[in-house]
């Protein structure tokens, strides 16, 4: 197990082989949530364990802020809402507490972003099927090439890390990739947040 210098050293190591995919992949990302949530789509994540602390930081991001402030998007971590998500596992089973999730909140034109470091949780494949069935972008964030979950998403961003936390750690970097982009594009295009304040004062 890698510590010290040597955990960071493969850290730096895999950020630098993966900065053209990343670069490239968030900012597109960014640019099409600050098309879409504007006007009235949403962005639904999810993820297992520390992945699903990730999803629930992405969507904090977007609910709240990144850096500079702007109106809020919509945005909702799956695994967060436990009286749901422990009636459906109870009801269903574990493999269907996102996908149930996901064809009740999703709508044509929303994001699903799924998180795992594997690619392979039959909880995230279920939500990946469940989101393309109802007409939602579905994004992933996997590990390393080929796994099940990249086969199943729109779009992906992959980690050739060598540990669960190395992909973990890049993950982050990733989403708040997406989230700069994000308000960049919305800097960029000042009707979206326009759009956002007649929403709110309507409301």
Do not use: K
């Amino acid at each position: 197990m890698p510590t010290g210098l040597t955990h960071v050293r493969a850290l730096a190591d895999v950020l630098v082989a993966c900065a053209p995919q990343l670069s490239t992949t968030c900012d597109r990302w960014g640019r099409q949530l600050a098309d879409r949530l504007p006007r009235g789509h949403r962005l639904l994540a999810a993820g297992n364990g520390g992945s699903a602390a990730q999803a629930q930081h992405l969507t904090a991001e977007l609910v709240g802020r990144y850096r500079d402030d702007r109106p809020p998007l919509s945005a909702i971590a799956l695994h967060a809402d436990t009286s749901s998500v422990t009636a459906i596992v109870n009801d269903f089973g574990a493999d269907e507490v996102f996908a149930r999730q996901v064809l009740a909140h999703g709508r044509p034109g929303d994001v699903l972003v799924l998180m795992s470091t594997s690619g392979r949780s039959p909880n995230l494949l279920r939500a990946a099927h469940a989101g393309r069935r109802v007409g939602l972008g579905v994004w992933g964030m996997t590990g390393p090439l080929p796994n099940p979950l990249a086969e199943v998403c729109d779009e992906v961003v992959a980690v050739d890390g060598p540990s669960t936390a190395t992909v973990q750690e890049v993950h982050l970097v990733a989403l708040h990739l997406v989230c700069a982009a994000l308000d960049v594009a919305m800097d960029v295009c000042p009707e979206t947040v326009l759009q956002l304040r007649a929403r709110e004062v309507v409301a």
